[in-house]
């Protein structure tokens, strides 16, 4: 059985930085390519950063030079230093993966930017 714990989210002021983890479990992590989802209250889930198994990462242009993604194998942990947060970073972040066919989810961590 996949498990995803996501952790580190919290209340941050604008400007602030914060570091996510997320531990997996029930796989071989090193393998895997592994991502960072968001969800804001009303809009869609979106792709905030993604890193392959040989560490190649892409982000999405809202987080770009101030976000990075990044992974320790020998952990199975799944790590997102945030930096200059913005309020609009505010949403609950999600580990994710695919693996054994189907897409596997964490139950997500808040982060929450107050301007």
């Known amino acids: 059985q996949v498990r995803l714990v996501e952790s580190g989210g919290g209340l941050v002021q604008a400007g602030g930085s914060l570091r996510l983890s997320c531990v997996a479990s029930g796989i071989n992590f090193r393998l895997y390519s592994v991502r960072w989802y968001r969800q804001a209250p009303g809009r869609q889930r979106e792709l905030v950063a993604g890193?392959?198994?040989?560490?190649?990462?892409n982000y999405t242009d809202s987080v770009k030079g101030r976000f990075t993604i990044s992974r320790d194998n020998v952990r199975s942990t799944l790590y997102l230093l945030m930096n200059s947060l913005k309020p609009e970073d505010t949403a609950v972040y999600y580990c994710?993966?695919?693996?054994?066919?189907?897409?596997?989810w964490g139950k997500g961590t808040q982060v929450t930017v107050s301007s």
């Open positions: 994710n993966t695919d693996a054994y066919g189907r897409s596997q």
């Open positions: 890193i392959t198994s040989l560490g190649s990462t």
